[in-house]
Structures are given as C-alpha cells and as structure tokens.
C-alpha cells in the first residue's frame, strides 16, 4: 500500500494548484518542496487569462481579488514590446490580475492547507525509481534521507526539472542568449514622474512606462502608484558577461540600464533582482509511466505573461484524471488524454510566445515594419479579440470526438441558472471540481442516463437567460465533454451522451 495517492515535487504554483485539484477530488497528496522557506525573488508580477475563469470557477478568485493592488482590470498587455491594448473594450477578451507570483503562491499553500494537503518545506527529491503499481521518491529531508512511495509522482519542479531528466524525457528547444535583467527600485529625485506615469530622465527626456527599444536593446518599466516602486527591466542586444552563481545587485542592474539608454538613471532601494533568459522549450512527453510532467518542467516559453497561467490550467487538466485513476475509476486512456490535451495547449502557447520572439528581436527595418503592421492590425477589434483568447490561452478547445455541439471541448460558459433551489451560476456548481450534467430544457430522457453516474457525476437542472443547449456535461476542468443542441432528437443525444460519460467517467459503477 503505497504511502501516498500522488507525491508532488515542487511547491511553485503548478505543483500547489495540482494539490489542491487533487485533493479537491479525494485523492491524498504530498507535495515535497527542497526550499525550507518560500522564496520571494521576482518572477511574475500577476496572472491573467483562463485561470481567473478557473479560480473563480473554484470559489476562489476573492482571495486572489483581496491580495491584488488592481484586480480584474483589462490589461495593456505586452506583445514582443508591443502591446495589446484591452483597455478600450467594454466586454475584454482577457482580464489580468497584478499579484506577485509569491503571493500566489501563498494563497494556493493555503488553499491546499485547508483542503488537508501536506506540504514537506526542505524536503528535496533526489531520485525516483517506478516499477507498475508505484512510483519510489527518494528524499532528502531535514532528518536524513528516507523512501517514499506513491501510485503516481508529478514533477512540477521548474524548468531545470530533475524529475524530466531522472524519466529520460527530452526537453528539446532554444534558449535566446540576451540576458534579462530586472528589479523593483526607488527612483532618484532627478527623474521626474509624469502624470501618465512616464518618466523625464536627466540627459534623455521623456520615457514612456512599458517598453522602450533602441538599436542597444529593450528598457521597459511600470511605477506602482500606491507604493512609488518602480519595476524595471533591461535587455541588452549584445550578450554581456555574468556569473550566473551571483545573485544580481544593483550596481549590475544600473549598469545594464545605462548601456540601454545611453545615460544613467539614478536608482535606489533595490528589490527583488533577478536575472534571466528566454526558454523555448517542450518535453517530448508529459507522461512516463507513473510519473508526469506539469508547469515549466513540462514547458519553458520565450516570452512574458503567459507561463503560469498555461502551467496552473496543466493541473487543473491533470487532477481529476490522477485522481480517478487513484481511486480506480479512470477509464482506458484518461490520463494519457493529459499529455495529448497539455502538450497541444502548450503548443498554442509557443505559437504566440515565439511570434513575440520575432517582434522583440528582429533589429532591421523589415522588422521595424512587421512591428508597426501588427500593431496597426491590432488597432481592429477582431484581431484584438482574436489575440486575448490566444494570449490568455482561453481559446483552447480539446477534441471532442463524436461530439458535434459547437461548444464542445470549449470552457463552459458560466450561465446564470434559475434552479429550483434558486438563483445560481455554473462558477458556483463548479467549485467541488466534480463533473457536472446540468439539464437546461426539459430533458428526462438524458438526466435518467447521466443517473447511472450519480457516484461520480452531479446533476442539476436549470433555467438559462440565453440557453446555449438542451444539456451540457461539463469535465471538472470546466471544458464540455458534451451538449445536446435545441431540439437535438433524444437518440443521437443520448446515444452521444452514454459515449462521453463512459469515455471520460469509465462504465458506470456496479457494471
Ligand atoms: C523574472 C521572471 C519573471 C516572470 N514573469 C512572469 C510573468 O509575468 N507571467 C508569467 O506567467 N510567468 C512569469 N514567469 C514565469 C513563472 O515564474 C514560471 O512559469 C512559474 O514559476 C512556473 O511555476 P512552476 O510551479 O511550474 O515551477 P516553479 O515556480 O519553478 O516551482 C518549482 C518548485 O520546485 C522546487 N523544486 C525543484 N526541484 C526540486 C526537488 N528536486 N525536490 C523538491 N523540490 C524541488 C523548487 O524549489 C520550486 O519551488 C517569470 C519568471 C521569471 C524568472
């Protein structure tokens, strides 16, 4: 009997969010993170995207709303240092979320807290061995090294993910040599504040919050109007020398700004300096018998913005599947049909990450003049709508095969519902991460198939304002496994339905 349903490695935001879909769905996790402490170095500033949809949808978008300086905006979001203004439209493509990514991490650890979860801080895996009922963790801990087994183990460990290389899973790709300096700082009374948030610096004039590129590389920078920080990056064009071992100072940082603009900007009260490069990177696969991939051990992308949402959205895929395949009630295939679902979704993400690598890099004219194209198409709604479902990863539509409803494999939309125990919302049926049939025309004939799942499916009926469908099974990921379209003759939708609920629940239960 193993020690655990799943061992985590890695307590970054995929690993926590995996262990709170987990448990959420009745498995029993552990997570085992190496650092005794969380870290609070710079790496994201927010989310935004799908997995708002999804915390939200989970009963847990108010937390993050109560932590962030700006919540739910419509973000100016940078594409390859232009940008996607969301700003102008009354219904946004996408929403974002400023909230440090240590932050968000805290709220996950105690979401999984209170969901029961173990999370072992200082605890770092060494080595993994699987044979087919288990998977064996060896771990390093404050007391010594010890064994621990499980029927699965989920590597969300990062980018340099020992547990990729522990299974032999390539991580093909590229990794852009321009070296990204960033920080929080204070700047010098010298620099004037403009009331656009743009900056007048000593010996250059006026500089315009977000991204400013000369033929020396790329500076770009934001103030904090509530606390007066200012969160600056440079990109120099020429790869410049660092020893990676030393962490940055602010010496170092200046220095890089000054290269990038030519003059100096006088900074102080440095805060979280990092340094870091551009990865293009994918593992061939996200799956290696009893241990998987999730997050940045699974995908490394050129680009800004995108990464955490793509790795959370990785684990809200994967849970409920670990999960019924813990309990043995995960049909043929389901937790293969993650590395199909993910790896696809990942690509999508590389498509539009690596179209910023083109814009952010390209140095000649031609490029100047994809820039100023792309940036004149991005001035049309369509296209401005087009890319927030492509940069907030919420166009991501899994194949529903034999399912003809538009919506299928689409995120469920979230309906306001009139039941008979009164008004709610399909956000609010979702919380449990249960899968859900949700009867929104008189449809006895398939609520009495969907029964036959009561076990692991919910049911509900319901009323919607603007009814997209007679039915929806909707997956506890919040993707529809399944409708029924207006009138849809009972025998191909219950013929349909009965495929889906057995392909994605198994047979149902006493069968
Ligand atoms: C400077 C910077 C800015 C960024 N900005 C953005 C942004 O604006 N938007 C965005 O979406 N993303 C951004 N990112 C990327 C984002 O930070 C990552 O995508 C995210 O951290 C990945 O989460 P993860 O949980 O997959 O991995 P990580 O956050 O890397 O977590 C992995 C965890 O595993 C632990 N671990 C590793 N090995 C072991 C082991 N053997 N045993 C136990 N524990 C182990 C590590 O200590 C760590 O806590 C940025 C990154 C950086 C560096």
Redesign the pocket.
Known sequence: MPDFDVII????????TLATELSLAGARPLV????LVP?E???????GGRILDVLRYRGLLERFEAASSDPNIAPRFPFGTLQLDFTQLADPPMRAMPIP?HVI?RLLGERAHELGTEIRRG????GVTQNAAEVTAEVRGPEGTYQIRAGYLVG????????RELAGIPFPGTTYPEV?R?GQVRLGDAVTVLDNGDIDVPGLGRVATGFTRNDRGVFAFAIDPESGTTSLMATENETTEYDDEEPLTLAELSASVRRVLGVDLPMTDPKRL?R?TFKDRQAERYRDGRILL????AHL?PA????????MLDSVNLGWKLAAAVRGRAPEGLVDSYHNERHMAAGRARLQTRAQVALRRGRDDADEALRQVVQELLLDEPALRRMGGLVGHSDIRYPMPGVEHPLAGTFAPDLALHTEAGATSVAELMHNARPVFLELADRPELRVIAQEWSDVVEIHSGKAEDQPADALLIRPDGHLAWAAAIGEPADTAADTLRAALTHWFGSPAGV
Request: contains cysteine; hydrophobic residues 35%.
């Open positions: 490695v890695g307590a970054g935001p995929a690993g926590l085992l993170e190496k650092h870290r170095t710079q790496k994201a500033s927010g989310i990514q991490e605890h770092e895996v060494l969300c460990d990062g980018g340099r993910s020992r547990i990204n960033l990092s870091f999730a997050g940045d051990a992308l800004t913005g995108t990464a955490l949402n793509v790795g």
